[in-house]
């Protein structure tokens, strides 16, 4: 956990409005930046988020992962010993209804994350994926400056993080899943982008930073598996600073959605999961989360042949054929907004 975020940090116990501070007790360091194993206590409420290993688990009680907290406290019995705290386990998996959406999407993402033969790492390094993350990526980071503050909510293996990165900005990701968060920390330590990244477990539901903390930030893939898009998409506007940018790409509520469903699935078939409650969206319901006034809302469609046919080139290739078949038919005003992904701009422009 690197400590330049412990400062923005919020209980997600507390109430929305409370931004109490959280408290940092250091068990072992990774590096000077970095915290190894340790707990951020919430005195208010008296909880305490573990550190282990340099995954900090910022998360309601009922979607901590309960054996690897009681492990991580026998570990550290005599530091909790002197602070006084006490075992008491968590109510875990208690959360009924309102958190089966997280436990689906936590246990596929956890598996995909390891599974060695059906790997997400496989999975984003399709040449497709390369494509289009280059050229949509490669488009957000040109807003991107020195000193910012960049969020990337669902950041799984840490593609996302890895694509947007930029030498003196600070990234914070967070996941529901576990195993996708150590990959992604692994992933930044491999890239050399690990003293400017952090990445966490925490519910996209309730995103635990203080209001206007960031400068961007990013779902990439994400909407689409949240139980409440639109929730999330609103709490992410309260994480941004006035003038802050949340970037995105989802699938598009297309009318060629079927083809290109059908096509798609008759191909090596990824780890399917259940999707939230808005598994594609388009500009006219991006409009419609938002009151009129409170946010700048810029997006074009991309895509119009299967992730399928690109993903027999190289990826080059693959980004001047999408680039090329993008201009052909956008000139055709009905066809225009009904490209395969979504990629948008949600511009803060007012404080509440
Ligand atoms: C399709 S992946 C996208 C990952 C990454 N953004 C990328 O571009 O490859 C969706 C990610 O959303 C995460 N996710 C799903 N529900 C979540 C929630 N409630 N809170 C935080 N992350 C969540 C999953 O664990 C998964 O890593």
């Known amino acids: 956990m690197h400590k330049k975020f412990i400062p923005f940090l919020k209980s997600p116990v507390l109430n929305d ?18 915290i190894k194993n340790g707990i951020l ?11 282990h290993n340099e995954v900090l688990e910022l998360i309601r009680p009922e979607l901590m992962y309960p054996d690897d907290r009681k492990k991580f406290y026998e570990k550290y019995k005599d530091k909790f010993a002197e602070l006084g705290i006490k075992y008491e386990a968590e109510s875990a998996n208690s959360g009924g209804d309102s958190v089966k959406n997280q436990f689906e ?10 599974d060695k033969s059906h790997n997400y790492d496989d999975y984003a390094m399709q040449p497709f994926w390369q494509a289009m993350d280059r050229k949509v990526f490669g ?18 293996n840490g593609r996302s993080a890895g694509r947007i990165y930029k030498e003196n900005t600070f990234l914070a990701g967070i996941d529901i899943s576990k195993k996708s968060v150590e990959r992604a920390i692994e992933s930044s330590k491999e890239k050399g982008n690990y003293r400017f990244q952090t990445f966490f477990i925490a519910d996209a539901d309730r995103i635990p930073f203080k209001d206007g903390t960031f400068d961007f930030a990013v779902t990439s893939g994400v909407l689409s598996q949240l139980p409440d898009a639109v929730k999330t998409s609103r709490e992410i506007q309260k994480k941004l600073k006035k ?15 079927i083809f290109f469903d059908f096509l798609t699935n008759f191909t090596k078939s990824w780890k399917k999961n259940k999707k ?4 594609e969206i388009n500009k006219k319901m991006l409009d419609s989360w938002f009151d009129k006034g409170d946010v700048e809302i810029l997006s074009y469609t991309s895509v119009y ?5 690109y993903n027999k080139m190289n990826p080059e290739e693959a980004l001047s054929k999408i680039e090329k078949t993008d201009k052909t038919i956008q000139s055709f005003p009905f066809l225009k907004n009904n490209g395969g992904l979504i990629i948008f701009e949600i511009k803060k422009i007012k404080t509440p």
């Open 17 to 34: 409005s409370d931004e109490s501070t959280l408290e940092m007790f250091e068990f072992e360091s990774s590096d000077a930046d970095h």
């Open 41 to 51: 206590l919430c005195r208010k409420s008296g909880n305490w988020f573990p550190v």
């Open 105 to 114: 999407q936590r246990s596929h993402y956890d598996d995909f994350a390891v």
């Open 139 to 156: 488009e957000w980071k040109t807003k991107i400056k020195d000193g910012n503050m960049i969020l990337d909510v669902g950041c799984g």
């Open 243 to 257: 003038g802050g940018i949340h970037f995105g790409m989802e699938n598009n509520r297309s009318v060629f959605r």
């Open 276 to 279: 939230g409650l808005t598994p």
């Open 305 to 309: 042949l299967p992730p399928t046919y």
